[in-house]
């Protein structure tokens, strides 16, 4: 499901369901989930939530940490 990104020559995830976003009570720290980051979806993983709300995250394709303000940037979880 990795497609190389034309704009930034980066892997990214296919979009497969438009508009499928998560809820926050579905949301649990330590799991794998498609984010859209950037402007494209990619694995990210839970590390904790964040003091000034959402989640603190880290990008699994580039490792670097992401902040995830709401539910809403998630679309499912995923196996590591």
């Known amino acids: ?7 930034r020559n980066r892997p990214c995830l296919r979009e497969e369901r438009k508009g499928e976003t998560m809820k926050k009570n ?8 498609i984010a859209k980051v950037s402007g ?3 694995k990210v993983k839970l590390i904790a939530e964040s003091p000034y709300g ?26 590591q």
């Not at 499901?1 to 704009?7: K, L, R, V």
């Not at 579905?26 to 989930?33: D, N, T």
């Not at 990008?59 to 995830?68: A, D, F, K, S």
């Open 1 to 7: 499901d990795f497609i190389i990104s034309s704009d």
């Open 26 to 33: 579905e949301v649990q720290v330590g799991k794998v989930y």
């Open 40 to 42: 494209i979806l990619a």
């Open 54 to 79: 959402g989640w603190d995250a880290r990008n699994l394709v580039t490792g670097r940490e992401v902040r995830i303000k709401s539910a809403m940037r998630l679309r499912r979880e995923v196996a």
